[in-house]
């Protein structure tokens, strides 16, 4: 169904049905491609030696977190826990390039995609970062001390609180509200996919995620059309900019096959960090179930 503002919302069922049969071809066809790039890239095991400087150079990472400086070209500097996660990117090459990380991993952060340079690029035209499926599993086997030593998380529990507790959150209740609608979540995905392979993704095109987060968000002009999700109350604090980024990297990671690597990874970090958090919104009823 078309309406005047150029979206299409899908209101029957055989429509749904056969647009999900879509983005499973679609994105399956995407990654059977990528599997043939995988398996030209060779996997290196991680040596005892890289094991040992992976665990020093996270652990000061973490230790050191307060006094890093942003080192993005071309962008003028923002506190870290101002800005959405690229910001954070920025910040986090105070201790490692991309290159360095990689090498100490074993393996490329990422198969294809715009990155040059140690940049990060969020809104090409025709291309994004295409992880390589081990990386988020060897990154979440060395990220989290603390789940080895508790001495280390009572000595960084301020550092997560001051600086990496918005963004944590902020993934999380995003992923959430985008999984309790898995007919919009398929959707955007696939339109996502259409922009990337036609070239024509606008630079401005995750803006219209900005209030995703709001409770009576939609994708409709009219409510009774736009797509249900559910929602929790206090979920609508986050900056816009950190809200559209987060909603951009779960998509394009449904895309990559990474997801479910990258949400478990989350899911350690909140447990050690923020288990009140993470509890109450595990058990917290949709309140307009109510």
């Known amino acids: 169904m078309q309406i005047p503002n150029g979206k299409i919302y899908l209101l029957r069922l055989p429509i749904r049905l056969s647009s999900f049969l879509v983005f499973l071809i679609i994105t399956f066809g995407c990654i059977t491609q990528y599997k043939e790039e995988w398996n030209k890239i060779a996997v290196l095991p991680v040596t005892n030696e890289n094991a040992n400087r992976l665990n020093l150079l996270v652990e000061s990472a973490w230790t050191s977190l307060p006094k890093a400086t942003s080192y993005c070209s071309g962008l003028k500097p923002i506190p870290m826990e101002e800005g959405g996660y690229s910001n954070y990117f920025c910040y986090l090459r105070s201790f490692a390039s991309p290159k360095q990380i990689s090498e100490l991993l074993g393996i490329p952060i990422f198969i294809s995609g715009p990155h040059e340079g140690g940049e990060l690029v969020t809104n ?38 001051d600086y990496i507790r918005k963004t944590a959150r902020a993934f999380f209740v ?114 307009s179930a109510e």
């Open 124 to 161: 090409h035209l025709s291309r994004f970062g295409f992880y390589h499926p081990e990386f988020p599993i060897r990154l979440k086997s060395y990220f989290l001390p603390a789940k080895k030593n508790s001495g280390f998380r009572k000595a960084t529990q301020k550092i997560y609180d």
């Open 174 to 287: 995003v992923h959430r509200k985008l999984e309790s609608n898995r007919d919009y979540f398929d959707k955007e995905t696939n339109r996502y996919i259409d922009l990337v392979s036609e070239k024509r993704l606008d630079p401005y095109y995750l803006d219209k995620y900005d209030l995703f987060l709001v409770p009576d968000f939609t994708d409709a002009e009219e409510e009774a059309d736009g797509s249900k999700f559910v929602s929790w109350e206090g979920d609508d604090v986050y900056p816009a900019i950190l809200v559209r980024e987060t909603v951009g990297f779960w998509i394009r990671r449904r895309i990559d096959g990474t997801e479910m690597q990258f949400y478990l990874g989350l899911v350690d970090l909140l447990k050690l960090y923020d288990p009140d958090f993470y509890e109450v919104r595990l058990k917290e009823k949709n309140p």
